[in-house]
Nanobody, 125 residues
């Protein structure tokens, strides 16, 4: 069993920044790929970024490359998503996810086994 708790969401103006956090606990997670997904109302949940705890494999959606950075603090069992140059189209609930699959961080919702409750990010124009 893995528990994931997101925090750090809020309301910012376009061009601003936020840093989301995902605290992981329970089953050993240090070798599990971790990811961030976003979901706007009425839209499908979409891949944002993923990594392994060692940081040797990192993936980003094309829409966030150069603006968002995913990172992990192994000592704190926490994954971060630093969000810069935010756009109104980034407005969504952001979810943290983990997977027991050993093939590396996937980019599909079905690749992940455990999910947090999400944190709301709203970007105003």
């Amino acid at each position: 069993q893995v528990q994931l708790v997101e925090s750090g969401g809020g309301l910012v103006q376009a061009g601003g920044s936020l840093r989301l956090s995902c605290a992981a606990s329970g089953r050993t997670v240090e070798r599990m790929p971790m990811a961030w997904f976003s979901q706007a109302p009425g839209k499908a949940r979409e891949f944002v970024a993923a990594l392994t705890w060692t940081g040797d494999t990192i993936r980003y959606a094309d829409s966030v490359k150069g603006r968002f950075t995913i990172s992990a603090d192994n000592a704190k069992n926490t994954v971060y998503l630093a969000m810069n140059s935010l756009k109104p189209e980034d407005t969504a609930v952001y979810y943290c996810a983990a997977t027991s699959y050993s093939s590396g961080p996937g980019v599909r919702r079905v690749d992940y086994d455990w999910w947090g409750q999400g944190t709301q990010v709203t970007v105003s124009s």
